[in-house]
């Protein structure tokens, strides 16, 4: 019987922690494509249209769009209360780390790759970027 891992290191880009369920994009996200009052992605041809990423732990490869419209799109979901609790990203850009740090919003990168292999959506971890660690709160089956 294999041993599943619990948690996970990560890199810190935003400090803070949440919990909540994963939400998994194999699409960059442009959140100005998504619906501030609603949380939910109108980028016709995503991998997520249609779906909420209110309150969610959400990770996604990178951040797409200008800095304008990208910074723009974070504020107001955070001003709606329908930003992500916390963002895994794999290629961090300026916009994105600036703009996570002004709405104090945490975001991690450089998890270990077995991360993707052990967690699925639905899943809920907690997000503890200070301390450079993702935890396996509970499983969905």
């Known amino acids: 019987m294999s041993q599943k891992n619990n948690s996970f290191k990560c890199h810190k880009i935003s400090e803070g922690e949440a919990s909540g369920e994963v939400l ?81 919003m945490p975001l991690v990168d450089k998890v270990e790759s077995v991360f993707k292999q052990e967690i699925s959506n639905k899943d809920t971890v907690k997000v503890n970027a200070t301390e450079g660690v993702i935890t396996l709160i509970e499983k969905e089956d």
């Not at 504020?75 to 002004?102: C, G």
Request: net charge negative; hydrophobic share 40%.
């Open 24 to 104: 998994f994009s194999k699409d960059g996200i442009c959140f100005y494509l998504i619906d501030p009052e609603t949380g939910v992605v109108i980028q016709r041809n995503h991998c997520l249209f249609g779906k909420s990423i209110a309150n969610k732990i959400l990770v996604f490869p990178n951040g797409t769009g200008s800095s304008v419209v990208q910074a723009d799109g974070m504020y107001q979901l955070k001003m709606h209360n329908n930003a992500p609790r916390a963002m895994i990203v794999e290629n961090a850009d300026t916009t994105l780390v600036a703009s996570s740090i002004i709405m104090e």
